[in-house]
C-alpha cells in the first residue's frame, strides 16, 4: 500500500504518538542521516606544508603523489579535488594547469574515425 516496511511505519507511529508532529520527525532524520557516509579526508600539518612548497615550485598533484617522496595519507584524485573544493585552502588557479584537464588546443581523438572528412 505504501511500499514501506512494517517495522518503518511503526517506528513513525512511535514517534507520532509521543506527542510530536511529522515535521520534527523529517527534521530529525535528516540531521541523523547528514551523520551518514564517509567523512573528507584529513592531512596532517607536515603534509600541508609539504604539499603547499611543492605547489609553490610548480609541481603538480600527479608529481607530488607519483614521486613519493613522503608518505601522504591520500591519492592523486583526491588531491585534485581537494584543490578544486578549495579545502585546506588550496587554489585550483596556482596549479601549473589552473584546474584545466587538458591544455589549449587539445582535441579529443578517440571515437572519431566515422566523422573524419
Not at 505504501?2 to 523529517?26: F, K, M
Not at 530529525?28 to 607536515?46: E, F, I, P, V, W
Not at 589552473?98 to 591544455?103: A, D, L, V
Request: glycine letters at 10%; a positive charge.
Amino acid at each position: 500500500m505504501i511500499n514501506r516496511c512494517a517495522e518503518t511505519v511503526y517506528r513513525v507511529y512511535r514517534y507520532l504518538e509521543t506527542g510530536a508532529s511529522i515535521a520534527d520527525y523529517q527534521d530529525h532524520y535528516m540531521r541523523n542521516k547528514q551523520r551518514c557516509g564517509r567523512k573528507r579526508t584529513q592531512l596532517s600539518l607536515a603534509e600541508l606544508t609539504y604539499i603547499n612548497d611543492k605547489i609553490a615550485q610548480g609541481w603538480t598533484p600527479d608529481t607530488i603523489i607519483g614521486r613519493a617522496e613522503r608518505p601522504i595519507s591520500c591519492n592523486r584524485r583526491t588531491l585534485y579535488r581537494m584543490f578544486e573544493r578549495g579545502q585546506f585552502g588550496f587554489d585550483v588557479r596556482s596549479l601549473p594547469m589552473r584546474g584545466k584537464r587538458h591544455p589549449n588546443g587539445y582535441v579529443e581523438r578517440r571515437g572519431k574515425a566515422g566523422q573524419l572528412g
